[in-house]
């Protein structure tokens, strides 16, 4: 099976502008979890979707939001972008059957703001 | 709530030398346990998990890892360190569809 592929991989955009990331989870894979990663807070939980809602939310403001899609496909969109906003976003996929999961990682999109 | 610790920001290791790497966990009921690596300006890779059953795991790259319930530890070892192992590891909870990860431990392998 392809793995979780994230688009795209590298992003500079400037401070105000807005940015789509895009996440296709593994095949059979329901769940979809973003997450973004930075040197000084590590691994920080965005939000989380399964069957094109979002069951699960982190602490961040409302600029960062996301959606799936009917084939699982998941987009995060992160409007009015700030210099903090600059990290590695990973996107995660699960099966999730209602018992022990397993999240499996794409590459992630590495944004940088200017 | 859930939390993971990571007590080792970052460790340094000979070539050859063994490793372990540890992992705290605070959580109510019996945990589900991952270890997962990253190479720098890569995604993370699963290297084991723990469900339930025997507590010793084994994974892929020669990594085991021990749940130990009554420490509240799943520590990670490799007996003999290869310099394509310097990467960042991550301990990892979940809970149903929810995942806390540790701060990471940076790994340095001197030749």
């Known amino acids: 099976k392809a793995g979780v592929t994230q688009t795209p991989r590298y992003l500079i955009k400037t401070r105000g502008q807005q940015v789509t990331l895009s996440c296709s989870p593994i095949s059979g894979h329901r769940s979809v979890s973003w997450y973004q990663q930075t040197p000084g807070q590590g691994l920080q939980f965005l939000f989380e979707y399964f069957s094109e809602t979002q069951r699960n939310k982190g602490n961040f403001p409302g600029r960062f939001s996301g959606r799936q899609f009917s084939n699982s496909r998941s987009e995060m969109n992160v409007s009015t972008l700030e210099l903090g906003d600059s990290a590695l976003y990973l996107c995660?996929?699960?099966?999730?059957?209602?018992?022990?999961?397993?999240?499996?990682f794409g590459p992630g999109t590495r944004l940088t703001v200017l | 709530a859930q939390s993971v610790t990571q007590p080792d920001i970052h460790i340094t290791v000979s070539e050859g030398a063994s490793l372990e790497l540890r992992c705290n966990y605070s959580y109510g009921a019996t945990p589900y346990l991952f270890w997962y690596v990253q190479s720098p300006g890569q995604g993370l890779q699963l290297l084991l998990k723990y469900f339930s059953g025997d507590t010793l795991v084994q994974g892929i790259k020669g990594f085991e890892a021990e749940f130990k319930r009554s420490q509240s530890s799943f520590n990670l070892r490799k007996p003999s360190v290869h310099w394509s192992d310097a990467a960042e590891y991550f301990c990892a909870v979940g809970q149903g569809n929810q995942f806390y990860f540790g701060t990471g431990t940076s790994l340095t392998v001197i030749p």
């Open positions: 995660a996929s699960s099966f999730w059957s209602g018992g022990p999961d397993t999240q499996y």
